[in-house]
């Protein structure tokens, strides 16, 4: 079957950093993304990775381990409008369907 | 540049009862996925649709059912709802053309509740 994991619900401090871990078990792999939801709102893009190693983007960075079925996102100078939901999704084989994990809510405190 | 909208926003509906969620996709894209995400939970794929035709199927039932016209647009059609079709149905647009890297586009979602 295919499966994505990452936590529910994390909380960290505004300035700090924090990383989202996400693993995964599907039928092929042809590449992951991140997104980021605001509640209410439609999921935006934030980083796609399809090659081992780190990719980075401002204060957003993604990491892939294909061997290990592993990635996280890192977000760095936390901001309070960081808070939302960011989900990992994973696309198998060329042109199938991406399928999402449930989502972890990023709570900030400032 | 038009992003990808959805209509309507928000819809109320009963048991047992039909509902058409309409879907335009980011100029330039020509492929067209539905998802349905519940509170707090992740998107889930319902189906695909690219040069008018169902590419890919999640699983869901038959009675959820779509279409695309030849201008790219989208339709997703329920039949008979249910309680557990309350949901945000989120529509999303790609190019098929523009390689497996291209994020897909999500337009803001139609708010379904069913009474």
């Known amino acids: 079957g295919q499966n994505i994991d990452q936590p529910t619900e994390m909380t960290a401090t505004e300035g700090a950093i924090v990383q989202i871990n996400c693993t995964y078990q599907?039928?092929?792999?042809?590449?992951l993304f991140w997104y980021q939801q605001h509640a209410g709102e439609a999921p935006t893009f934030l980083s796609y990775n399809v090659l081992d190693g780190l990719e980075e983007k401002g204060r957003f960075s993604s990491f892939l381990s294909r061997s290990k079925g592993y990635s996280y996102l890192l977000l760095k100078e936390l901001q309070m409008k960081d808070s939302a939901s960011y989900l990992c999704a994973v696309r198998g084989n060329r042109d199938d369907k991406i399928i999402f994990g449930k989502g972890t809510r990023l709570h900030i405190l400032p | 540049d038009a992003g990808v909208t959805q209509s309507p926003t928000h819809l109320i509906k009963t048991r047992g009862q039909q509902v058409t969620l309409r879907c335009s996709p980011k100029s330039g894209h020509d492929t067209v996925s539905w998802y349905q995400q519940a509170l707090g939970q992740g998107p889930q794929f319902i189906f695909q649709y690219y040069e008018e035709e169902e590419r890919q199927r999640g699983n869901f039932p038959d009675r959820f059912s779509g279409h695309q016209f030849p201008n790219y647009s989208s339709e997703l059609n329920v039949n008979a709802l249910l309680l557990g079709d309350s949901a945000l149905y989120l529509c999303?647009?790609?190019?098929?053309?523009?390689?497996?890297?291209?994020?897909?586009?999500f337009g803001d979602g139609t708010r379904l509740s069913i009474l």
């Open positions: 599907t039928s092929g792999f042809n590449g």
């Open positions: 999303a647009s790609s190019l098929v053309a523009g390689g497996s890297n291209q994020p897909q586009h």
